[in-house]
């Protein structure tokens, strides 16, 4: 088969460059345009700014951005996808061809591994470029198109930092005065002594560039779901509140950026789907082109999380992404999401309508897609996704685009900060009219006896899984990761991956990679917590799965 099967290699050295360095300091021998180089030649050449506005995108998920050449190498998808494996509920089999058991077992925290430096480096990547390019503006900048592009870079740098700090700390409501990350700006006056600020001083800096982009972006039509609008604006501004406990805020906001946007109805999600930036309940996503993809066809979300790609980890090795069964045994049989993964037996209704054509090599249909073989497909495992479509089923393209931000996370949102800002009759009727009216026909918000807060939470793990929320929630909730009850039989995750961790577990928390470390001397790194044993915390309970 084309795939070729060996063992990951984790360590890997990798010196980072300074990527605060002041614009005003790098001599033009270096091929780097002085920062009034920069300001004159956008002013002279405008499509010079927008070619370095475009690749401000390019590392939330272009394939081999940092040149490793290998599968696990793709920007901030990458993290997004680390981030769902270290939660609870995805899981992949622990073989020698999954390059992110290091996300089951927690060995991420090794400063010395690639899947760390990449998930460092993808952020701030972000930010530094952003830098770069806002420098290349004068102070009294006036049109329209550069207004727009200022505004949309600031929007990312809050995203980049948004993530790097759910990464690093704790949650803001009981940590903000903790040490996060380093701030990364051209008034770093040496970046080899650039201490971490706190949560606090972090959140300042995103909660004011998201203020200037939605200031900014008002009026902004924008030619494609991959740039950023007014509503994304607000979106990432809902997370921001919703993350430093602004409940009413997160709220209002998130109503702003879902208007005029409806959820995917329970027909369109009832067959796999999520992978074209066009569809109609996506705010935001990643647009992988084919061409993209043939930078490396390994290194994207449909080689990892995608069951239907015919040039893949996941169908290749039976490297498929997973739910955990004990989430997915909470999910009622009247929920079209059911079928967003196959059952022990390996059935799932949106199976029903596809065929996997091998050409030479066989095809199948229904359910038997889930036995099919050939050189670049091996069975389904139980519990296995089918939520992520590609087209056609057994692609070898792999240029299925991934969503970044969809209107059913908006309404979610308003649900869990009407609740906690105090309104709990609204959030109650937002969610139930969103989950009868477009996933579960039979739904009560008190289905499962849980609190109402554990329900939108419940609801945010089924309706987003695979997305990247998956740890972060479960850090900013303050609760526990619970990925077995008790017994090796509650769950399906594999024996190195079976733990619970606490709540305030140190381990938890990202550790710097070495050649941070090695490069800034200021870093005081996370320390606390150990590498989670077998077994560990066998009764925890997190509220959902109980």
């Known amino acids: 088969m084309k795939l070729n099967k060996y063992i990951p290699v984790l360590f890997l050295g990798l010196v980072l460059s300074a990527s605060c360095t ?45 040149g490793y050449e290998t599968p696990d190498d793709f920007g901030v998808l990458m993290l997004l996808f680390c981030n769902d494996l270290e939660s609870a509920d995805a899981t992949a089999s622990d073989n020698n061809y999954n390059w992110f058991s290091v996300c089951g077992e927690y060995s991420s925290r090794n400063a010395n591994y690639r899947n760390p430096v990449i998930r460092y480096r993808a952020p701030y990547s972000i930010i530094s470029s952003v830098n770069d390019f806002l420098a290349g503006f004068g102070e009294d900048v006036s049109d329209a198109e550069s207004l727009a592009m200022m505004a949309q870079a600031k929007a990312l740098r809050a995203y980049a930092y948004m993530l790097l700090a759910s990464d690093f700390q704790f949650n803001y409501t009981d940590h903000k005065d903790d040490l996060c990350v380093p701030i990364c700006s051209p008034d770093v006056e040496d970046p080899t002594h650039n201490p971490r600020a706190t949560l606090a001083q972090i959140y300042e800096i995103i909660m004011s560039d998201l203020n200037d982009a939605v200031a900014n972006l008002d009026g902004f039509a924008r030619s494609s779901k991959k740039y950023i609008d007014q509503q994304v604006a607000y979106g990432l501004r809902a997370r921001a509140n919703l993350n430093m406990g602004k409940y009413a805020e997160a709220a209002s906001d998130a109503e702003k950026a879902a208007a005029g946007y409806t959820p995917a109805s329970i027909a369109e999600v009832s067959v796999p789907t999520f992978q074209d930036i066009n569809e109609h309940n996506w705010i935001w996503g990643f647009d992988m082109t084919a061409d993209d993809a043939k930078a490396y066809k390994y290194a994207n979300t449909s080689s990892w999380l995608r069951s239907f790609s015919g040039y ?8 498929y992404t997973c739910i955990n069964k004990i989430l997915y045994n909470k999910i009622a ?14 059935y799932s209704p949106l199976l029903d309508a596809l065929t996997w054509n091998a050409g030479s090599q066989g095809s199948a249909s229904g359910q038997g897609i889930a036995l099919f073989e050939y050189d670049d497909k091996l069975a389904f495992v139980p519990y296995t996704n089918v939520k992520f479509g590609c087209t056609p089923i057994g692609t070898i393209d792999n240029a299925e685009d991934m969503p970044l931000m969809r209107v059913e996370e908006m309404i979610l949102i308003q649900a869990e900060g009407y609740l906690k800002s105090g309104n709990e009759g609204k959030a109650k009727q937002i969610l139930e009219n969103f989950v009868k009216t477009y996933r579960d026909p039979a739904y009560t918000a ?45 769950t399906n995750v594999s024996p190195a991956f079976r733990f619970n961790m606490a709540a305030n577990d140190g381990w938890l928390l990202m550790r710097f990679s070495s050649s941070e470390l090695n490069t800034n001397f200021s870093i005081i790194d996370n320390t606390d917590g150990e590498l989670p044993k077998m077994d560990q915390n066998a009764n925890l309970r997190d509220g959902v799965t109980d």
């Open 446 to 490: 008190g289905f499962g006896g849980r609190s109402l807060a554990d329900e939108i939470w419940f609801q945010r793990r089924i309706e987003l899984w695979g997305e990247g929320f998956a740890i972060h929630d479960t850090k900013r909730l303050n609760k526990p990761m619970v990925r077995f009850l008790g017994t090796p039989e509650s």
């Open 22 to 66: 002041k614009l005003s300091e790098i001599v033009p021998e270096s091929g780097t345009m002085l920062k009034s180089q920069l300001q004159s030649t956008n002013a002279a050449v405008p499509t010079r700014a927008s070619a370095s506005f475009n690749g401000l995108f390019n590392p939330l998920g272009m394939p081999n951005y940092y």
């Open 333 to 346: 049989d009247t929920d079209v999401r059911k079928g967003w993964w196959v059952d022990e037996n390996l």
């Open 312 to 319: 893949a980890y996941a169908a290749g090795t039976a490297t």
